[in-house]
């Protein structure tokens, strides 16, 4: 009884090992575990890239180009979803749901994708035109008319359009 005891924890602890654990996949859908980190170029600050330290200790640069998804736990990002958008940026998934907001990784531009759609520039808030914003957003709500109602009085501020896309999530959950 003891053994099946230990085994019991051993194979528990194993798995939670597992499910914490820093990866990248490719485009190719190959899935690289390791440490990631993230790396600013000197000549273009604005450039961010991800560098991964696989288990047997090479590094390797994680171009945007070449990944689709990066599960970070303890970098500048923190815990957080990292994925790519034009095959060019990095953007942080902030919102997920039926639709997922991301922002660009060291910057203020929006994203969003709906059900499987791919992530698309949506950029709102911020300097954006608040009316141009909420037209951005409506689209993506048209098929809930009780909150596109309740969108309608509300202005195109940043603030809002989260508020509105985490309550049409909510609206979505069993």
């Not at 970070?72 to 902030?94: A, E, H, M, P, R």
Request: charged share 25%; hydrophobic share 35%.
């Amino acid at each position: 009884m003891k053994t099946i005891i230990l085994l019991f924890n051993i194979f528990f602890f194993t798995v939670c090992m597992a499910q914490e654990r820093e990866y990248a996949v490719t485009k190719k859908g190959d899935t690289l575990f390791g440490k990631i980190t993230r790396a600013n170029s000197f000549l273009n600050p604005s450039k961010v890239t991800f560098k991964i330290k696989d288990l047997e200790g090479n590094r390797k640069i994680l171009n945007p180009n070449e990944v689709e998804t990066i599960q970070s736990l303890k970098g500048v990002d923190g815990q957080c979803i990292i994925k790519t958008v034009y095959n060019k940026w990095f953007v942080k998934l902030l919102v997920d749901g039926k639709i997922k907001v991301y922002q660009l990784v060291d910057g203020l531009i929006y994203y969003t994708s709906k059900g499987t759609s791919e992530i698309r520039s949506n950029d709102f808030g911020g300097f954006n035109n608040r009316k141009e914003s909420h037209s951005r957003i409506r689209v993506l709500i048209h098929d809930n008319p009780k909150l596109l109602k309740e969108f309608d009085t509300l202005e195109g501020t940043e603030k809002n359009i989260l508020y509105i896309i985490e309550k049409y999530n909510q609206s979505y959950k069993i």
